[in-house]
């Protein structure tokens, strides 16, 4: 498994791993440290790095096999922007014959707006 979706999983489960998996894969995903240079931080070997790296990236798939967290975040925000797109489409329309639909159409776009500002938290 990639580094990106690493991070996707510690996003959303990383308060599940213990402080100093979290801390070390923090370090390897988001700030790209080699092992060195977590080892060097954290006062372990690499060896010992590697060891935290891979117990908590397997923690993180066995939870996302588990709970699918991520897996339905991602299709709730993939619905999200195709129901976006089509009301772009639609409000791209004249609206001065459409009358009254222009505030319900309002109201969906902000609706879908809230739903992927929430999943994407």
Do not use: P, W
């Amino acid at each position: 498994m990639d580094n990106i979706e690493i991070g996707m999983l510690l996003d959303c489960y990383g308060g599940l791993l213990t402080e100093r998996q979290r801390q070390i894969l923090e370090q390897s995903v988001y700030d790209d440290c080699s092992l060195a240079e977590i080892a060097e931080r954290e006062g372990i070997s690499r060896q010992g790095v590697r060891d935290v790296i891979i117990r908590g990236s397997d923690q993180l798939v066995h939870y996302e096999n588990v709970l699918g967290i991520n897996k339905k975040k991602r299709a709730v925000l993939g619905y999200a922007e195709d129901f976006e797109a089509l009301l772009r489409e639609y409000n791209s329309r004249d609206y001065d014959s459409l009358g009254a639909d222009r505030k319900y159409l309002d109201a969906l776009c902000a609706l879908i707006r809230g739903i992927k500002d929430i999943m994407e938290e």
